[in-house]
């Protein structure tokens, strides 16, 4: 019996969601992949999946099964990369998960390169603000922005930005310009809904110290680009980091208010899970990134 088959096979039909999906993945026959599941529960003496004419989902048991096995998989990968790594170029798929904006803007434009320089690698990749589980998902890296938390997690800074109050020049002609933070209640206001610290805006005071604000807003969102998209209509102010409006503030379109008070400053960094060996696909993802990210082009 082949059990490397047996998790390969039912790490896919969990996946896709489906045998039949499964199935096209693989190459194999609806047939063949049922089979291959059917004994390994059999083997195992525990049902992996709940199986109903509209859906398939993974039992418990079946989510931690299926846990390790994409583990052991990719363990498997990178031992047979790394053996493999000096005869040819780097192949496979990468499958990364990084933020939405920050993606739309800056990653998009550079994955076409990334590819022309590696014919052999595809990208599998998801934009989402939702901080995901890397190792539990079955993601090779993520971009991410701001502190982080204490992980197992290898992590690589790519660069920083600044977080930045602003507001078109026509709404500032039209409801004045706050001179201080506790200003902002009496303005029009577009927040992002998932920042960590919600609608408290936090600034170092010129003199020291730090002052925070709450602030009541008009709009509330969870896309950056339609919290810029609204300042740019004139239709109030924003906080918003400068790799999402700093081209904006050198335009003219918008413009910073409050720069005595400064706002935090965010790392931008790609991390990857915690193992022995790192597969030549995703060092030179890495090392690409940190090129490309040598000089940012928003501050």
């Not at 901080?131 to 800074?157: C, F, H, K, N, T």
């Not at 206001?189 to 919600?198: E, K, M, R, T």
Request: hydrophobic share 45%; proline share 5%; charged share 25%.
């Amino acid at each position: 019996m082949d059990r490397f088959l047996e998790m390969k096979v039912f790490a896919a039909v969990v996946d896709a969601g489906s045998f039949t999906a499964g199935a096209e993945v693989l190459g194999m026959s609806k047939a063949a992949v049922s089979r291959h599941v059917a004994e390994l529960e059999e083997r195992l003496g525990v049902r992996l999946l709940h199986r109903t004419t509209r859906r398939l989902s993974p039992t418990s048991e079946g989510e931690i099964f299926h846990a390790r096995c994409r583990e052991l998989l990719a363990n498997l990968e990178e031992a047979e990369a790394e053996i493999s790594s000096g005869v040819g170029e780097a192949s496979g798929l990468l499958k990364l998960n990084v933020p939405v904006s920050f993606g739309l803007m800056h990653l998009a434009p550079l994955w076409p390169i990334f590819m022309a320089r590696h014919p052999r690698l595809a990208l599998d990749i998801t934009l989402s603000d939702r901080v995901a589980d890397l190792v539990e998902e079955g993601y090779d890296a993520a971009v991410r922005i701001g502190q982080l938390a204490p992980s197992s997690l290898i992590s690589r800074r790519l660069a920083s930005t600044r977080m930045v109050v602003c507001a078109s020049p026509d709404y500032l002609a039209r409801r004045g310009e706050p001179a201080h933070p506790a200003d902002l209640l009496g303005h029009d206001v577009i927040s992002y809904s998932l920042s960590a610290s919600g609608e408290n805006w936090s600034f170092a005071r010129p003199g020291g110290g730090e002052v925070t604000v709450r602030v009541a807003p008009r709009v509330r969102t969870n896309s950056g680009d339609t919290c810029r998209a609204a300042a740019l209509q004139h239709q109030g102010i924003i906080f918003q980091p400068t790799f999402i409006v700093g081209q904006d503030l050198a335009r003219g379109t918008l413009r910073e208010i409050l720069p005595g008070y400064r706002a935090a400053e965010l790392g931008i960094h790609v991390v990857y899970p915690s193992r022995k060996f790192v597969s030549p696909k995703l060092r030179l993802l890495v090392d690409f990134l940190v090129e490309a990210f040598t000089e940012p082009d928003w501050d």
